[in-house]
């Protein structure tokens, strides 16, 4: 009974009392303006690669105007909600021409959700809502990224299998649900999200599946080590990319990621890099990053 209340108190009751407000917010954001507009641009992933790091950094520009919530969820997980509950988290058009008067320039906005890029269904349904997305996809290395990944789900008491023993499981974990989602598009999958360790980094399929609905001209995919190593030019990139004047990134955006390698038994790594050659060689071709 107490782990059944702790697991309750620390995952279930957090999301629900989460997004019963999101879920108000947006009735009342709905009330006061039917004029809210779209995002420009979707931030889809990796997860525990930076992309909460580049959205904080990204709304340091004055032509970029905050979304009512970060993580937003809409192509995935809040989809049944409908275009109106999304529409209406972000800001309005006399927002956005405030902004623009303010700055003389462009004035955009976005959001990021890394369950977007691993998601079967979110880039349909993107591209069914505004076929004109920027799309910004961020990769870390993925067995770094696996191993972060495993600690977060364990940090959040999703996993209680030590690391080999939950990387073994993995397959079987996620069969079953992956074959639900592709049946039931409303079906949403804790299991898929959480226990997706080393599924997730076989980044080439998922970006190729986003190519197919937007095209790799409408993608800007980064490398999560020059973002954090050099923040200043891969904003400068992503501007560019997004169409809006460069500006001076002045730091103290939260990275929100996790220790990869360190601490895990070598051979475990070694092995998870086995998983990843040939899929890193595809994406060193698809896109010239190399892990």
Known sequence: MNTWFRDFRRRYLPRKIKWFAVDLLSIGRRLQSRDRVLPNFLIIGAQKSGTTYLMSALNQSPCVVAPALKEIHYFDVNYRKGARWYRALFPSQQEMAASQVQTGARAITGEASPFY????????????LNPEFRIIAVLRDPTDRAISHYYHSRAWGYETLPIADAFAAEESRLAPEKAR???????????????????????INQLKQWEQYFGKDRMLILDSRELFENPQHT??????????????????????????????????CAEIDRQFERSNEELYAYTGIRF
Do not use: W
Not at 117 to 128: G, V
Not at 239 to 253: D, H, K, T, V
């Open 235 to 268: 904003l400068e990139r992503v501007c560019q990319f997004l169409e809006i004047p460069a500006f001076r990134y002045s730091g103290g955006a939260s990275k929100n990621i996790t220790s990869g390698k360190a601490g895990i038994s070598p051979d475990l």
């Open 117 to 128: 890029m691993y998601y079967p269904h979110t880039a349909e349904r993107a591209q069914a």
């Open 181 to 203: 989602v592709l049946k039931d598009p409303h079906y949403n999958s804790r299991s898929l999200s959480v226990f997706s360790y080393v599924d997730r980094g076989h980044y």
